[in-house]
C-alpha cells in the first residue's frame, strides 16, 4: 500500500511541484495548453459516486431486508444466487448495457441532446454496487441471533420497531461496510463509467446539472493514459488524478475499518 | 550414441524454435486498423509463422507505443508532431500506405433534412459553439449535438487543423467526447442531430458524410476527390517500422505496400498509394 502511494506521489511530483495544489479546484483541462485542472474530474466523480449511492442504498437494504426476513428460505438462497452472478459480471457488460437500453432511454425520457451523462454514470454503477450492498447487509441481519428476535417478539413490538430498533442497529457495522465497499467501487470503476458518461472535461452548468456529458477521473486516466509519454507533465497530471482517487479510497477504507459503536460512522 | 541423441534432441530444439511462431503487435489508429487486421490475416494464411495482433488505441498511442517499444508496428492516420518525429528519427521508419478523407458526418435525420453542404466557416462555428441549432444552417429546429474526438486521436488532429486551424484547437462547442471510429460511428447513427468527424470508409445509410464548400463547389468525401487533390480534409496513413524489427515484420510491411496489400487498402476504402 505505501509502495502504491509513494510510486503515486513520485510519478505525479513534477504536477504539484510545477502547478501546485490549486489544480485541484481549477476547472479548465487541457494538456496540450498546460492546463490541467482537475475540478471537473472531481466533480463528475463526486456526483456519479452521490448519485450511485442514493439508488443502490435503499434497494440495496430493501432488497436485503426483504430477502432475509420476509421470503421464505428457499427465495433466499435463489435471490442470493441472483446478486452473486451479478456482482461477478464484468464492468464492461455493464458498460455495454448501459450504451444500449439505459442510453436511448434517458435521451428519450428526458428529451436531452444526448443520454451520455452522470445520471448514466451514476445509474450504471448503483446496478454494480446493489450486490455488494444487498449481500453484506444481508450477512449481518442474518448474523442477529434468533434470540434477539425472539426477545424483541416477546416484548411486543410489532414488525416495524422490531425492524428498526432491534435488527438494523445490530446489522448496522456489516451495512456500513457494504455502504463504503460500494463507495469504494464507484469511486474506481472505469470501464462501464467511460462508455457511458461522455467524457466532456467540463464543469456541469449549473453544478447540479447531472444530465450533461461530464468526465470523471478514472475515465480520464483511461482515456488519456495511452497517449501520454512517460514522464510528461500529461502523464504526471494524470498521476495525480489517481493520486486522488487513491486517497479518496484509503479515507473510504479507513473508515470502513473504524470500530463502529451504533450509529457511528 | 546417448551423444547422439542429446545432439538430436539439441537440433529438433532449434529447429522447434526456428520455427515458432513469431507473435507481433501493432497498435494504434483505429482508422488504420481494418487494413491492418485484414492484410495480417491475409498474410498469415500465407507466412503462418508470422501473428500480427492488431489493436487500436488511436493514433497518439500508436506513436507513444513505438518510441517506448511496447509495440513492433505503429499505426497513425495524421503527421507527426516536430516532437515526436525527433523521438523517431533515426531509428524508425514511417510509411504512408494510403490515403483517405476525414468526413464531416451527420446523423440521417439531418442529412435528410436538408443539410447536405456545410463550408469549413460553417463547421468551425458549430465545432466553436457559435452556431448550436441545426435551424441556423437551414435544417430542422434542433439542438446540435457536436461530437468532438480524444486529443490523441489522428482524425482530431487532421479535423481541427484543417477547421479550427490547428491541430490541438479547442472545440468549446463541443458536447461530447468519442473515442476509436467505432465508437464514433454509434453516437452519430444513433442519434438524429449529430455532426462528427469520421474517415470516408465509416460512412454508411445511417452515418451520412456532407459535402465540402470549397471556393463556391461543393466536393463530396469521395476517394476520387482524394485522388484529385480537391477534398480540404485528406491525409495520409502512416505505418511506423523501427529498423531493428524482425525481417519477418519487414516483409509484412513490404506486403501492405504489395499489389495484393493495396487490394486490402482499396478493399477497405482508402486510397492506395501504388
Known sequence: MLILLWF???????FWHDFGISQL?????????SLYGLLPAIIGTAWAMLIAMFIAVPCGLAAAIVSSEILPITWQSWMRLGMEMLAGIPSVVYGLIGLWVLLPWLQNTFDLLTGHNLLAAGMILSL????TMMV???????????????????????WSQRLLRV????AWPGIRSGILLGLGRSLGETMAVMLVVGSLDRVPQPIYNILEPAQTLTSRIGREMGEAAFGSMHFSALMACGLVLAVAAICLSLLAQRKSKGFVL | MIKESIFLMAAMCVSISAQAVERISAVGSTTVLPVMAQAAEAYHA???DLTVTVSGGGSGVGIASIIQGTAQLGMASRETSPEEQAKLDGHVDNIVIASDAVAVVVSKAVYESGIQQLSIAQIAAIYRGKIRNWKELGGLDKRILVIDKEASRGTRHVFAKAVLGSSHARAEGASIISGSNNEEQMIVSRSDNAIGMLSNAWLNDEVRGVDVLVDGKAIAPTIEHVR???????????????HNATAETKDFV???????????VKHVGYLPVR
Not at chain 1, 454494480?128 to 450486490?131: E, V, Y
Not at chain 2, 513490404?254 to 486490402?264: E, H, P, R, V, Y
Request: overall charge negative; glycine content about 6%; cysteine-free.
Open chain 1, 8 to 14: 503515486l506521489v513520485d510519478a505525479s511530483w513534477p
Open chain 1, 25 to 33: 479546484w481549477a476547472s479548465e483541462w487541457y494538456p496540450y495548453e
Open chain 1, 128 to 131: 454494480m454496487i446493489l450486490p
Open chain 1, 136 to 158: 453484506m447487509s444481508q450477512d449481518a441481519l442474518r448474523l442477529i441471533p434468533i434470540e434477539q428476535r425472539e426477545a424483541a417478539m416477546n416484548m411486543g413490538m410489532n
Open chain 1, 167 to 170: 435488527l438494523l442497529p445490530q
Open chain 2, 46 to 48: 500465407m507466412h503462418p
Open chain 2, 228 to 242: 484529385d487533390g480537391s477534398y480540404p480534409i485528406a491525409r495520409g496513413l502512416h505505418i511506423f517500422l523501427p
Open chain 2, 254 to 264: 513490404q506486403f501492405l505496400l504489395s499489389k495484393q496489400g493495396q487490394a486490402i
